[in-house]
């Protein structure tokens, strides 16, 4: 496919970068597997056999297309813009994360590989991809920082029933970025027979790219369903982002779609301002490298990666994907921040009024289109992407409200 050279979609060029983001900043180790990954992945996404395996099991396993669903009463309720949801925590594992592992696995069969490694944060990739491994009868090893296995421990018992093995990474503070080092470390050890599956649009390049098209389903399916819908595009479009995969996912189809704003919403965590309680790498922090690539990350004065922090631990990563530091900087997209209060308060109103429990992930989205929508005409049409359900979620939130559970009345 050619396009015109003001296209969004001339990138990542052939070094894998995004204007001055992205690329490959890797041990000269992990070279020859990395260009073995970008040579296979280039094959497998021009092999029509290859999508249609995709596609019957997005259909049949994950339950693709997901709704694109009119949220009527709180439409109603703020009074301006058009509001619909794109309904992507109604697929299999409850949130976006597997549309983009069942692609990874598929390309480590593909390529003959017989072991999956992977690292996860909140432990939602880390379910997504002990997932796909149980229904292909993969050995599945998943990297995890020890603070979030003692944080996440619903979700490493998930892990464990689907027979992976979770292994706490004890280094540095024990959160997502010490388990992406040691599963990179196990990648180097293990090149013949292992894959590392990644879960959002991060690392080293074809990551990003190859991330980013197997996410595009959200976006494909959602310009169409609008056209269907309302006879036209969306006039905005809105995500949540941690590294940016629900995100790229969603914007990724509109990007050449010029009338079509687009909006993307980092986690505002207690503010951001210089105590840096957030993560909020493109509106509070600058670029630097980080997990193999180039982009914005949350640093001290001396480059020293800082933690952040959320209320939402699956936005709790210090960087984001190349793409968005680059279409910050071609101010393609705009990126905003939630705090944690505003995102609780999103979180509410959502099952109060459309019977639609969120993950607090997506709720920073929703708290947006809140503050954008009463402003908004009636004609104007707001597509967020719902990218993740909110069970996971509840007993976090009744903390943060002050709420004891178990009562009787
Ligand atoms: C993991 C996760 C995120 C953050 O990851 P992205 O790569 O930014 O999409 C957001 N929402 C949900 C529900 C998640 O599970």
């Known amino acids: 496919m050619s396009h015109p050279s003001n296209s969004y979609y001339t990138v990542p060029d052939e070094k894998g970068c995004f204007g001055e983001f992205g ?21 497998a996404k021009t092999d029509q056999s290859f999508w249609e395996q995709m596609d019957y099991l997005w259909k049949h396993y994950v339950g693709r297309p997901s709704p694109m669903y009119f949220a009527e009463r709180l439409t109603q309720h703020l009074g301006g813009a058009k509001i619909y949801m794109k309904r992507d925590e109604l697929n299999h ?36 991809t002990a997932t796909v491994c149980a229904r292909f009868g993969l050995p599945c090893i998943v990297y995890m920082g020890t603070h979030d296995v003692s944080r996440q421990a619903p979700n490493v018992f998930r892990m464990k029933l689907l027979g992976a093995e979770v292994v706490p990474v004890t280094s540095g503070r024990g959160t997502l970025k010490d388990a992406m080092n040691d599963a990179l470390r196990d990648w180097v050890t293990n090149v013949d027979n292992t894959f590392y599956c990644i879960g959002t649009v991060a690392g080293p390049h074809p990551y990003p790219e190859m ?21 036209r595009l969306p006039d905005t479009i809105i995500a949540s982002i941690g590294g940016g995969s629900n995100a790229m996912g969603l914007f990724y189809p509109f990007l050449d779609d010029r009338d079509v704003n687009i909006i993307g919403v980092e986690a505002g965590g207690k503010g951001v301002d210089d105590r840096m309680q957030h993560c909020a790498s493109l509106t509070g922090g600058r670029a630097g490298v980080l997990h193999g690539n180039r982009t914005y990350l949350l640093q001290d004065d001396d480059g020293q990666i ?15 994907g190349p793409e968005h530091s680059w279409l910050h900087e071609t101010k393609r997209a705009e990126y905003v921040s939630i705090t944690d209060q505003e ?35 009636a004609d104007h049409i707001i597509c967020m992407n719902m990218c993740g359900r909110g069970d996971k979620d509840i007993f976090t939130v009744a903390q943060a409200l002050g709420i004891t559970m178990a009562t009787t009345d």
């Not at 480590?108 to 017989?114: D, E, N």
């Not at 991330?211 to 006879?231: N, P, T």
């Open 23 to 43: 690329g490959r900043f890797v041990p000269e180790t992990l070279m020859p597997l990395i260009l073995k990954l970008e040579e296979e992945y280039q094959k």
């Open 93 to 128: 594992t409850g949130a976006h994360k597997i549309n983009n592992v069942l692609g990874q696995i598929l390309l480590a069969r593909r390529m003959g590989k017989t072991r999956i490694i992977a690292e996860t944060g909140a432990g939602q990739h880390g379910v997504a």
């Open 211 to 231: 991330v980013r098209d197997f996410q595009s389903i959200i976006g494909k399916e959602a310009k169409q369903q609008m056209l269907e819908m309302e006879g």
């Open 306 to 320: 800082l933690e952040g922090f959320s209320i939402s631990a699956g936005l709790d990563y210090p960087g984001i």
């Open 343 to 377: 995102a609780l308060a999103a979180f509410q109103k959502c099952c109060e009024f459309e019977g639609i429990i969120p993950a607090l992930e997506p709720s920073h989205a929703l708290a947006h289109v809140f503050k954008l929508a009463p402003n908004l005409p």
